[in-house]
Structure formats: structure tokens, C-alpha cells
């Protein structure tokens, strides 16, 4: 499985993004498809991430100003983001997780930097 995501940027505090991710390979085996996020100094997080049944979870910090959908049929998925904050900024990465064996799969990160 291969994942290229795309969409970070630089931008004013309150604005927003909309980051898209695209899987290629054997994405049949995908169970679930999200974002995390890693921060100079910090360690990586889960941002958001739904589940092949259409289950969406999010970190707290990001309910209600993030919204992760998915397009099927091209093997997509979605993370737009609004009310953005300074704290939002970091290298944003595409998850997927093999159903079968477990198997992480991460896409390149793309930078979201958000400016006071």
C-alpha cells in the first residue's frame, strides 16, 4: 500500500485546509485510513481516522474543527480543517492499517503551518 498525501500549507490562525490522501496497492486489505500528526519536539499522534464501516474517531483536540471523510471508489481520504490554530502546526501523515496482519502503512507528511 502506498499513500500520498497533499493540501498542507501555510496559513492565518482561524483559517482552514483540507488535506487529501490518495492509497494505491493493495488497499483491499485497508481496515482503516487516517492522520496523524507530529510537532517539532513532540512525539507522533493520532489526529483522526475512520474505519473501512465509516466509524470516525478524533483526537480532542480537533473535534469540532476537523472533519476526516473518504472518497471509495478513489481510494481517498479526507482531513479538512477549520478554526485552525498555532498549535495544529506540524508534518501531517497519512495512516493506513492491514487488515490482515496489522501492518502500518505511512504516506510522505505534509507540512501544515499555522501563523498567529
Known amino acids: 500500500v502506498q499513500l500520498q498525501a497533499s493540501g498542507g500549507g501555510l496559513v492565518q490562525a482561524g483559517g482552514s485546509l483540507r488535506l487529501s490522501c490518495t492509497a494505491s496497492?493493495?488497499?483491499?486489505?485497508?481496515?482503516?485510513l487516517g492522520w496523524y500528526r507530529q510537532a517539532p519536539g513532540h512525539e507522533r499522534e493520532v489526529v483522526s481516522t475512520?474505519?473501512?464501516?465509516?466509524?470516525?474517531n478524533y483526537t480532542d483536540s480537533v473535534k469540532g474543527r476537523f472533519t476526516i471523510s473518504r472518497d471509495l471508489p478513489k481510494n481517498m481520504v479526507y482531513l479538512q480543517m477549520t478554526s485552525l490554530k498555532p498549535e495544529d502546526s506540524a508534518v501531517y501523515y497519512c495512516?493506513?492499517?492491514?487488515?490482515?496482519?496489522?501492518?502500518?502503512?505511512w504516506g510522505k507528511g505534509t507540512l501544515v503551518t499555522v501563523s498567529s
Open positions: 495512516h493506513a492499517k492491514n487488515i490482515l496482519d496489522g501492518t502500518d502503512y
Open positions: 496497492g493493495k488497499v483491499v486489505y485497508i481496515n482503516a
Open positions: 475512520m474505519t473501512r464501516g465509516g466509524k470516525r
